[in-house]
């Protein structure tokens, strides 16, 4: 089981062209194992298998079928978390180097779909920043002036092409993108394979070591891959305990998408400056019909179990900025890493020489997956990668006041969850639950993650993460388990649905 696996579906995930794959019964070599088949993993895979490297893919579920699927799939150069805060916390010069990197991952993509045949609707547009409040204009004003000391092309424009408000003045980012993720993932994956690459689904990794120039990977089935190097990119690392988890934190993000009259929604990327900000976004459908797919909402992971008046309140605000919007087809739900200093985490583990990590998207998990394999790829062949400095995943940041402040900031949850140990369950016995419905019950000294079946039967595991030992929470629109410290998730069975957890929750102490 993977991410999957979770209750809600996207579009993507509806449509998406089945990916055959058998799991790995058999121990295997290779040149570089990649954990991981997503955007970042399948992205990294091509490059290399590109260069003549033997390559094997492996993934807990399906390939293709993780986290990549639960994205509103914008190609953007624009930074969500705005670039005179990455210019605080990095300097100019290293932010200039990250959009470097963004406009790389796009052309990247666009390069691909070109030079594969790959029919993803690749598609370059404009992108709109307008200000949802007008205390956030002067916001405005700052990332315009970041942006030309950096040399983006930025320019204002009179308004958004939002047709329910008139949103003011607002930023316009030329050359940004979308496409099509599925029809993406799936052309990279003929592509590795016409290079000889292997891809292997519902194989999990259990543990892995390095020993002298090769690294193994253990399987949860005993098959065991050799190779010289290893990828994880898995969206939150699976092979670390300690050394990145401490420096990201999980957020919970969603997503909704429906029906609207074709024209009736200007095909251009938008977003807001609320702080869980909204995104929008149009995929054609037909001549007569486009899909509106709007995100929003986040917060930490589970830290909060409001998902219905989430999304409620994220139709709403569809529904006054896109009057065409006829109502919600779709909707789901994704995690997003959120990194100390704003850039993501690509290159070598920390204390390793061959095992390579991608992680910490924040909310560009597509571009910065793709940045992540032009970074790692030069890595493994021993050429010069020009942004491996800048997503090294042992870098310290040039603000230290800064990173701290920002460290502090993200390991507060997982304080605050060490306290839960001594505190009281959320319900005093099983019987307090509805059909459908999870909590945590204290049972002495211990405590226990607790789901009624629709049936009216009971599944108890401990509410213990197998990663680091903090306290899960029931997410009750996907129907599993969230660890808001480092964004495990856990089926109700107890089965991992998503890293960094390997281990499924224990059962129930007698």
């Known amino acids: 089981m993977n991410v999957g696996d979770e209750r809600s579906t996207s579009f993507w995930m509806q449509e ?218 898995t969206n939150s690392p699976t092979n670390d305990k300690v050394a990145i988890h401490s420096k990201q934190m999980p957020n919970r993000t969603y997503a909704i998408a429906g029906r609207v009259a074709k024209g009736s929604v200007p095909d251009a990327l938008v977003w807001d400056s609320c702080e869980a900000y909204h995104y929008a976004r149009i995929q054609e459908l037909s001549d007569t019909e486009d899909l509106l797919i709007v995100g929003g909402g986040d917060h930490r992971s589970g830290e909060e179990n409001d998902m219905d008046a989430r999304l409620a309140a994220l139709e709403q605000w569809t529904r006054d900025h896109y009057p065409s919007f006829g109502g919600t087809d779709y909707r789901w739900s994704g995690q997003v890493l959120e990194p100390i200093d704003f850039m993501p985490f690509s290159g070598r583990n920390p204390g390793n020489r061959n095992i390579y990590i991608h992680t910490g998207d924040s909310g560009q998990g597509i571009t910065n997956g793709v940045a992540g394999s032009l970074t790692i790829m030069p890595l493994i062949i021993g050429e010069d990668s020009r942004y491996a400095p800048l997503f090294d995943p042992s870098r310290k940041s040039a603000n230290s006041a800064v990173s701290l402040g920002e460290f502090v900031r993200g390991q507060a949850g997982a304080v605050k969850n060490l306290a839960e140990y001594v505190g009281p369950g959320e319900i005093g016995s099983p019987d307090d639950l509805k059909p459908g419905e999870g909590g945590i019950l204290r049972s002495g000294l211990s405590k226990l993650a607790v789901y009624k079946n629709e049936n009216g039967s009971v599944i108890t595991r401990s509410a213990v993460c197998t990663h680091l030992g903090c306290i899960i929470h029931w997410n009750g629109f996907e129907k599993c388990w969230d660890c808001p410290c480092h964004g495990s998730q856990f089926a109700v069975d107890g089965q991992v649905l998503n890293g960094p957890a390997v281990q499924p929750l224990a059962e129930a102490a007698d």
């Open 16 to 233: 998406a062209e089945a990916i055959d794959a058998p799991p790995l019964t058999a121990d295997a070599r290779c040149d570089v194992v990649v954990v991981g088949a997503g955007i970042a993993g399948l992205s990294t895979a091509y490059e290399l298998a590109r260069f003549g490297r033997s390559v094997i893919v492996i993934d807990r579920g399906r390939i293709g079928s993780g986290m990549t699927l639960r994205t509103t799939a914008h190609l953007a150069t624009a930074l969500d978390d705005y670039y005179f805060e990455l210019i605080r916390v990095r300097g100019k010069d290293e932010a200039r180097l990250y959009h470097d990197s963004q406009v790389a991952a796009v052309n990247r993509i666009e390069a691909i779909c070109r030079d594969e045949g790959i029919d993803a609707g690749f598609r370059r547009l404009d992108g709109y920043l307008f200000a949802a409040e007008d205390k956030h204009r002067a916001d405005l004003e700052k990332e315009y002036e970041a942006c030309r000391t950096i040399g983006i092309d930025v320019a204002w424009a009179d308004r958004a092409p939002v047709p329910g408000i008139d949103t003011g003045r607002c930023l316009r980012f030329p050359d940004q993108g979308r496409f099509d993720p599925t029809r993406y993932l799936a052309g990279l994956v003929r592509a590795i394979r016409q290079r000889g690459g292997l891809l292997y689904a519902d194989t999990v990794h259990v543990h892995d070591k390095e020993e002298g120039n090769e690294v193994e990977v253990e399987t949860e089935a005993g098959a065991r891959i050799r190779a010289g190097a290893a990828i994880f990119a």
